[in-house]
């Protein structure tokens, strides 16, 4: 039975603007672009030395092992939904108790999550030579493959379990550490294997089992420096805690298998369609639209702890005023790299990946496109979240996984669209969903107008489209032909773009935020050095710490450490 929506905080007491601080919220920033910039670069210089060592063929392997292990996600995410929504609303209310039966009743889920997903591991594993198209004489190197990936999925489950601490507590930059050293590992150890070897998919499986291990052992050490009065205790799981979890993880799974075959099943439909061949060549275009997913994680993460905390303090009215502001602005700043993408998509893919590919520009921007709406209206699922309402969301979405899949199909085989039926169904349907239906639903829960989290994209649609056609116009007219000329051309485009919207989009208190961020950063670089102990400015009405959490500096309003010595 789902919690009854808290009222709106009264007037005059602390809002929870738990690591919106001028400081935590800075540092975060600066540390997911600090890690988007990292693995941006690593995988512009993976992808293509993929394809030149392995082939086409043998690459298509390894996306297509992504998106086949990936479904395991259901069990992760889901696990990882229910005990952060449950762990971040105790920590937030202070009761340390109660944090420690939920995360104990979490270690025990998660081990048997762990115990049950080996079983269809091996066995798909085992059986993978008559499931999926592979290239001839790679059976076995295939076979380590999704076993590797496999097994980056079954640390993941624990690396979830430990990381809530530093995203409850908005400590991103401890954990973009652990995720720089796993990408770095996985790039370093095939580097090395294929300079040493002939390349194969070996290599590749090789580094993933080395990236997740050491993965995991940052996550648990920094688990144990933010928390150190939790502990990994299966045996102590409180049944009631273990019932609440599994309710809401069930609800979540159906909402994550809903998204996979949103999200992933564009690859299994080519490989089955088109053969291996058409499957290499998507899924070394999909880096893009990932790249694209990557920059709004920038912003994404910080965002579900903070509505988190608000519903913890009843503050219905931060959570709508939070997420409206969160959708127009993430609409504007995505518009940006989705509207060079699609507009420059045919330069860009001749230079990156060759001639071959250019080809590919219409399905890049149909991957790309509607990334500024599905994206900028990702925080309205934390709602869900927060008020428990997954078994809504959960159906809408696995509804529309169902009618995707079946459109995409019929796009592809009947409609004679190729592989571009595929993406652009997962365009169609992803947008729907997340327009038509969660936004507004979403909007009933918190008693609003229905129209409330789609206003806010109209600034950053109109801005899309208008990117596109000049960089598509400019393409067609002066096509860039090396990398300068289309870095010149795009930063061009950019410095319009950064105009229009900073002049026309953004409102008096956007430009004023800015600036004092702007202020900051400048401060922190002139004074590198300083203190912990200087102050910060911070929000109003501070609460105690939740008894039993790790001695702190200073804290949050809701009690959580902003840094420790």
């Known amino acids: 039975m789902s919690e009854p929506a808290p009222p709106a905080t009264p007037p005059g007491l602390p809002r929870p603007d738990d690591g919106a601080t001028t400081h935590r919220f800075g540092v975060n920033v600066a540390s997911n672009l600090a890690y988007f910039v990292l693995s941006t670069g690593l995988m512009l210089w993976y992808v293509p030395f993929l394809v030149r060592h392995l082939g086409v063929a043998a690459y298509g392997m390894v996306p297509l092992a992504n998106s086949v292990v990936m479904y ?27 944090a420690r039966r939920t995360f104990a009743s979490a270690s025990l889920l998660t081990l048997l999550a762990c115990g049950l997903l080996m079983v269809p591991f091996g066995a798909f594993t085992l059986l993978l030579p008559y499931t999926l198209a592979v290239p001839p004489g790679l059976d076995r190197a295939t076979q380590f493959l999704f076993a590797g990936t496999a097994c980056t999925l079954l640390a993941g489950l624990l690396t979830g379990l430990f990381s809530t601490s530093s995203a409850i507590a908005h400590r991103f930059d401890l954990r973009n550490l652990g995720r720089g050293a796993s990408m770095a590992a996985r790039i370093g150890v095939v580097a090395v294997c294929f300079a ?12 993933l089992m080395a990236s997740a291990a050491l993965g995991l052992a940052i996550d648990v050490a920094v688990w144990r420096h933010l928390t150190p009065t939790l502990r990994f205790a299966p045996g102590a799981a409180d049944h009631a805690c273990v019932r609440r979890l599994f309710r809401m993880t069930g609800w979540s799974a159906i909402n994550m298998l809903g998204l996979l075959m ?14 291996p061949e058409a499957t290499g060549r998507y899924g070394a275009i999909l880096l893009i639209p990932l790249l694209v997913h990557t920059v709004a994680e920038i912003v994404l993460p910080l965002l579900a702890p903070l509505i988190m905390a608000r519903y913890a303090a009843r503050n219905t009215e931060g959570i709508r005023n939070l997420v409206t502001d969160a959708a127009r602005l993430l609409a504007l700043g995505l518009a940006l790299p989705a509207g060079l993408i699609c507009g420059l998509g045919k330069p860009l893919l001749t230079l990156w990946l060759g001639p071959d590919f250019a080809g590919m520009h219409i399905v890049l921007a149909l991957l790309v496109g509607h990334l500024t709406i599905n994206l900028a209206l990702r925080p309205v699922g934390y709602i869900f979240t927060a008020y428990d309402k997954m078994r809504l969301q959960g159906l809408v979405t696995v509804a529309c996984g169902v009618a995707y899949i079946v459109l995409a199909v019929s796009a592809a085989r009947w409609g004679g669209w190729g592989v571009a039926g595929v993406a652009g169904a997962c365009a169609f349907v992803w947008t729907l969903r997340n327009t038509a239906v969660l936004s507004t639903c979403a909007a009933r829960v918190l008693g609003l107008s229905p129209w409330v989290f789609i206003r806010p994209l109209a600034g950053g649609v109109l801005m899309l489209v208008g990117l596109s056609l000049s960089g598509f116009l400019i393409a067609t007219t002066w096509p860039p032909r090396t990398w300068p000329a289309l870095a010149m051309t795009a930063t061009a485009l950019s410095l319009g773009y950064a105009g229009l919207s900073w002049g026309l989009l953004l409102s008096a208190s956007d430009r004023t935020r ?11 670089l002139r004074s590198p050095g300083r203190s912990h102990g200087d102050p910060e400015p911070q929000a109003a009405g501070l609460v105690a710490p939740a008894p039993g959490l790790a001695p702190i500096r200073r804290t949050s309003p809701t009690g959580w450490p902003r840094s420790r010595p």
């Open 196 to 207: 040493l070897w002939p390349a194969s998919l070996w290599h590749v499986g090789a580094g």
């Open 514 to 524: 800015a600036a004092a961020l702007v202020r900051w950063l400048l401060e922190r």
């Open 262 to 275: 949103l999200m992933h099943a564009d690859l299994l439909v080519i490989n089955l369609m088109f053969g």
């Open 72 to 98: 395991a996600i259901v069990v992760s995410e889901s696990l990882y939904t229910a005990y952060f929504r449950y762990l971040a609303i105790d920590l937030n209310r202070g009761d340390a108790e109660a």
